[in-house]
């Protein structure tokens, strides 16, 4: 599977952006697509994921609330979209993607064998 993200960029606190992840090579049936974010100095931290199969979702508490996370079955695409952002939200935003996952996995960023490329996301107070 290849995974290209994109819609990263500058944006003030408070604004919004989507980020997108195409996703190519199979069919996503199966798979879990997640967001992970990855700070200077830090580790890689989970965002949020959505399982193909009926669109479960889940998120890290530091984002429940603001951030939506979407798929579009016809364009094997899954969407991002962030608000009332925060400059804690500086990050690379990383698409990743696996299969036949259990639940307890989603979360961990090392159970994901599929990444893309990451997209800068930086947030000015």
């Known amino acids: 599977v290849q995974l290209v993200e994109s819609g990263g960029g500058l944006v003030q606190a408070g604004g919004s952006l989507r980020l997108s992840c195409a996703a190519s090579g199979r069919t996503l049936r199966n798979s879990v697509m997640g967001w992970f974010r990855q700070a200077p100095g830090k580790e890689r931290e989970f965002v949020a994921a959505i399982k193909w199969n009926g669109g479960h979702t889940f998120y890290a508490d530091s984002v429940k609330g603001r951030f939506t996370i979407s798929r579009d079955n016809a364009r094997n695409t899954v969407f991002l979209q962030m608000n009332s952002l925060k400059p804690e939200d500086t990050a690379v935003y990383y698409c990743?993607?696996?299969?036949?996952?259990?639940?307890?996995?989603?979360?961990?960023?090392?159970?994901?064998?599929?990444w893309g490329q990451g997209t800068l996301v930086t947030v000015s107070s």
């Open positions: 990743a993607a696996d299969f036949n996952m259990i639940q307890s996995s989603i979360r961990t960023a090392r159970m994901y064998h599929y």
